[in-house]
C-alpha cells in the first residue's frame, strides 16, 4: 500500500491496556511462583513500551533480554520467512522464560521463535502477546496468555509502528486511509 495520508483512530485506550496489564502480572505471577530467575525476552521493536509496563507489574526475580526477528519492513503484510535480526545476549538453558510479542498475526513469527528458544532447552517456555488477530493465523499457534483480541486491522502505537511511525502513541490505533 502507498504512503498516503492517513488518520489513526483509537481501538484500545491507554487505561484499558493498563488495566490488562494488572490482571496479566498476576497470572504470570502465579505461573512463574518460586522461580528464581525469570527471564523476560522482549521481540524488538515492538513489544519495547509493552514489556517495560509489563515487567514493572511483575512481583518476581526478573531478567530482560531482547531478541530481533525480522518483520515486515515497511510493507503491511507479513512474510513467510523468519530471520533472527538480533539474538539474545545470555543463555536460557535451564531458565524460567516469559517471551513477549506485540501482535500474532499469521503466527510465522510466534512459531519461528519459540521453536529457536525451545532448542536451547529452557526449563520452562510461556508466551504472551499484547494483541491477537485470530482471523489472520495461517499456522497452528496461540500464545499463552493474549490482552485483546482484535479484527484484522492494521493497528498502531504503544511501540507498534505503520512504516516506523506512530510507536510512540500511548493507545492502540487502527489505521484508517483518507483521500488527500
Ligand atoms: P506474524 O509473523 O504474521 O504473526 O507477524 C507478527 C508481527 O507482524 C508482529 O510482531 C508485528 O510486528 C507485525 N504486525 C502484525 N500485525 C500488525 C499491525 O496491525 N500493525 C503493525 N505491525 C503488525
Ligand atoms: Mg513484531
Redesign the pocket.
Known sequence: MSQSNYVVDTLISAKSIAARIEDLAKEIELEFKGTDKLIVVG?LR?SFVFIADLVRELNLPVEVDFLEAS??GDEMV?SKE?RILKDLRGAIEGKDVLLV??????????HHVTNLLWSRSPAKLKTIALLD?PS?RETEIKADWTGFEIPD????GYG???AQRNRNLSFIGKVRFVEQ
Open positions: 521481540l515492538g518483520s515486515y507479513s523468519v510479542e506485540d501482535i500474532v498475526d499469521t503466527g510465522f513469527t510466534l488477530k489472520r486491522e492494521f493497528v498502531v507498534i509502528d505503520y
